[in-house]
């Protein structure tokens, strides 16, 4: 997980701060060379992590201690607020041209998963009520126009394409005509990328910014790179001025190094991560939130919306109606089981829960539980219909066969009646009057 090796570091040094009534110069100075260090094995710019322990050092010997928190606390809440501004301070989100039609060019080096983020990106505008078209303008990379289409078939958006022409200008050109033509409200236009900044690239990327005035330029680094993304996003904004960032597969960055450094390097923030393969894997990014997770407090409000984008009232309904008449069956288990798979599974809930990270759940447990998860749904599918909603006549001889059928020993059947008669139990005690509800979302809001 992203800053898992940081996040783990960074929370001992605090553990030996909180234990202290009184914090002198001394320990202040021990905190921060741990902090320095942390930070620059987690592969952040020397210069960034230098006036970054500056900074919060400063901050920490002339603070004032608020009533409220200890020293060891008010250290943290320093450096809490630090990397909150390193990072940003605030979301920066896409803005929108104001004639209602807007351009979006999406740059970057080869590899970077940028064909695959011009689709997560449609996702994310058709969420939000827009009606975009993708435009494939890398006719240089073998099969990159292909794997576009793809893409736009995989997320239901429309794509201009001209396979004959060897002008990635004039097919840019030509599908903003057709965009227009047919009425969506943003195009997206894949460019092609090289496997290192040249002034070829440059050059034909300074020419299509002239022809397409693109609203805003997003560029497009693997944070897996470490500081070669940094470096990247910095020569590509000296040569051609970005106006965001889009950091792809920082899910396989347990590091974090780029995503601490960009903003501070070069000025330009980090508008959106990629935090997986799928094409729905792609999350504004928020300062404030990621800090919170680096320093092991979760990130309530991610989890939240992720709460919301897989809740469905309908069904809370009927699972409600349910639960009252005494009828929750292992099919509504395994529906809850789906619920959980919609929000990202195990892993990810796991990293936005307060006081879980930085290495107090292991990865290998959550790969475990994803196990777990998968076995249990080979069981129920295995069941026939009467016996999943009638759990109790799964009598000795009907559990062997089951197990056979799923090719899962009898102890995995064991466990999961286990599992799901505390969960029946645990859901009665939800929907009583004074427990937490049915409308988990709201009751958070």
């Not at 500056?54 to 320093?78: C, F, M, T, Y």
């Not at 990072?87 to 104001?98: A, C, E, I, R």
């Not at 990629?274 to 990014?285: H, I, N, T």
């Not at 064991?414 to 005690?429: A, D, F, G, H, P």
Request: proline content about 3%.
């Amino acid at each position: 997980m992203a800053f898992e090796g940081l996040s783990e570091k960074l929370q001992g040094v605090f553990r030996k701060l909180k234990g202290k009534g009184v914090l002198t110069e001394a320990d202040i100075d021990e905190a921060m060379r741990e902090v320095r260090l942390a930070l620059l094995e987690a592969d952040v710019n020397f210069k960034v992590v230098k006036e970054f322990v500056a900074k919060v050092r400063e901050r920490a010997l002339g603070a004032e201690i608020h009533a409220s928190l200890n020293p060891g606390q008010q250290v943290i809440k320093i450096v809490q607020d630090e990397l909150v501004g390193l990072m940003g301070n605030t979301n920066s989100k896409l803005t929108y041209s104001p004639s209602g039609f807007t351009v979006l060019m999406l740059v970057g080096l080869q590899g970077t998963g940028k064909t695959t983020t011009c689709g997560k990106l449609v996702g994310y505008l058709k969420k939000n009520g827009k009606n975009p078209m993708l435009a494939a303008c890398d006719i240089y990379r073998p099969a990159a126009i292909d794997q576009l289409e793809v893409v736009a078939n995989n997320v239901g958006a429309p794509v201009f394409l001209d396979r004959e022409s060897r002008d990635p200008i004039a097919i840019a050109q030509g599908a903003a005509a057709e965009a227009r033509r047919k009425g969506n409200d943003v195009l997206i236009v894949d460019t092609a990328g090289r496997l290192q900044i040249d002034d070829e690239l440059m050059d034909e990327l300074k020419d299509m910014k002239k022809a397409i005035r693109p609203h805003e330029i997003l560029l497009v680094v693997d944070a897996m790179t470490g500081q070669d993304a940094v470096n990247a996003a910095a020569g590509f904004n000296e040569a051609l001025g970005v106006d965001g960032i889009i950091m792809t597969k920082l899910d396989g960055d347990s590091r974090g190094g780029a995503a601490l450094s960009t903003k501070s390097v070069t000025g330009k923030p980090i508008k959106f991560i990629g935090v997986g393969e799928k094409l729905d894997e792609l999350e504004p990014f928020h300062p404030d939130r990621m800090a919170s997770r680096i320093l092991g407090m979760g990130d309530v409000m991610s989890l939240i919306e992720q709460a919301e984008s897989a809740y469905d009232e309908e069904q809370a309904e009927k699972l409600e109606k349910r639960l009252r008449k005494n009828e929750f069956t292992l099919e509504d288990f395994l529906e809850q089981m789906g619920q959980i798979k919609k929000m990202g599974g195990l892993a990810k809930i796991v990293g936005m829960m307060p006081g879980v990270g930085g290495g107090k759940v292991k990865d290998s447990d959550i790969e475990q539980g994803e196990v777990d998860f998968r076995r249990m749904e080979a069981v129920i599918q295995s069941m026939t219909a009467e016996e999943r909603r009638d759990p109790s006549m799964l009598n000795a001889n009907r559990r062997k066969r089951i197990a056979a059928g799923a090719g899962q020993p009898v102890s995995v059947i064991n466990n999961l009646i286990k599992r799901y008669e505390e969960t029946k139990k645990m859901m009665k005690q939800f929907m009583k009057p004074g427990g937490m509800g049915r409308n988990f979302p709201n009751m958070l809001n």
